[in-house]
């Protein structure tokens, strides 16, 4: 287990990680420790900069009261973890604040129960497995498979988000079963719903396939959100 960082001294225990209890003469991790392991759990989890100040505190429900069962639905998630049997399949246009709660789970996770998490781009992950097929790259398939197949919870943000090719379902095919196989609890979130109301000429079936479609039902508790893009106010 991690040291305190050397970074940053603590005048609790003197940057040893350790607090004497005179009464029992027993040694004992202190808080500092755990704080430093928690650091090192968000720097693996790799939430991009832009959402790593979400929580679900900071979810404003105020201009949209819809949004309140998907935060309930949020709080519930982390307060039963890990005695839960299904992962969260957030559903909802553009701007409605998916991924600000699916990353507020994660963060919520790591920070309270210690809990190895993982953030991913649909788009991302194909384009890190494209790349690993490169002959100079640095990266191998192992590499980039590994994280994603085995974190403790991973978040697959934007599901969808590019037209799937064979190759691309396959490849989803694969890590959405080992998952499910390995009972490993996944997150992820989509601007695509079951049904076309959103005129978008696509279904998350067409998108990613009526099989891995059928899996993320047994997999996932579908999170429906609606409501006009927030960020639309700052453009």
């Known amino acids: 287990m991690q040291e305190a960082a050397k970074n940053d001294y603590c005048d609790k225990c003197g940057h040893t990680g350790w607090l004497l209890d005179r009464k029992t003469n027993v040694a004992k991790r202190c808080v500092c420790t755990k704080e430093n392991i928690s650091s090192i759990r968000l720097g693996r989890a790799d939430i991009p900069r832009r959402y790593f100040n979400c929580t679900l505190d900071n979810y ?21 973890f890990p005695k839960v049997k299904k992962g969260i399949l957030f559903m909802g246009p553009s701007g409605v604040g998916k991924t600000h709660l699916a990353v507020a789970i994660l963060k919520s996770l790591i920070q309270d129960k210690g809990i190895d998490c993982l953030f991913m781009d649909f788009q991302e992950l194909l384009r890190n497995l494209q790349n690993s097929y490169q002959p100079d790259s640095e990266l191998s398939e192992l590499k980039v498979f590994d994280p994603v197949l085995n974190t403790e919870l991973l978040l697959l943000d934007d599901l969808g988000s590019k037209t799937a090719t064979e190759w691309m379902r396959d490849t989803l095919a694969y890590i959405v079963n080992y998952r499910y196989n390995n009972q490993k609890i996944s997150i992820f979130t989509t601007n695509f719903l079951d049904e076309d109301i959103f005129k978008k000429d696509y279904t998350l079936s067409d998108r990613i396939g009526v099989r891995i479609r059928s899996r993320l039902y047994e997999m996932c508790e579908r999170v429906y959100m609606d409501g006009d893009d927030f960020r639309k106010e700052f453009r």
């Open 60 to 80: 404003d429900v105020m201009e949209n009261k819809s949004y309140i069962p998907a935060l309930k639905a949020s709080r519930d998630f982390v307060k039963r």
